[in-house]
């Protein structure tokens, strides 16, 4: 049986979705109705299941909903505290330490090819 969603508003961020069936949304985006409706469409799509699931990896990446990637960039210059969605973790007031495997995954990649950077430099 699928759960009922529960949206909560804050102030920061841009949204998540946690396996409780909560999405959390910056309440900004109420001010981007489109851009709204398009983000919540994307957290609606992923799963509850606990973890970093391959189908929820799946969803972001390939990301068949419609988020107008200019309006998305307007959002996030005019409500900077949107900025803490790319942080690979961050602290949550009531969930405490949150983990965003795709930002992990993200750091990790650029990590690991300014280290490639920096071998290559001692090498040549
Ligand atoms: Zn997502």
């Not at 969603?5 to 981007?32: M, P």
């Not at 699931?53 to 990637?69: A, E, M, Q, V």
């Not at 007031?93 to 795709?102: E, I, L, S």
Request: net charge positive.
């Amino acid at each position: 049986m699928k759960q009922q969603l529960n949206i909560v508003y804050r102030n920061w961020g841009i949204s998540d979705r946690f396996n409780d069936g909560t999405i959390e949304l910056n309440k900004n985006l109420n001010k981007y109705p489109k851009l709204k409706k398009a983000i919540l469409a994307h957290e609606i799509g992923h799963t509850d299941q606990p973890g970093f699931t391959r189908k929820d990896f799946l969803h972001d990446i390939s990301s068949p909903d419609k988020i107008d990637n200019f309006a998305m960039m307007t959002f996030i210059l005019k409500h900077p505290s949107s900025l803490v969605q790319f942080l690979p973790f961050y602290y949550h007031k009531q969930r405490g330490m949150v983990f965003d495997a795709n930002m992990i995954i993200v750091y990790s990649v650029i990590g690991i090819i300014s280290l490639i950077g920096v071998v290559i430099g001692f090498l040549i």
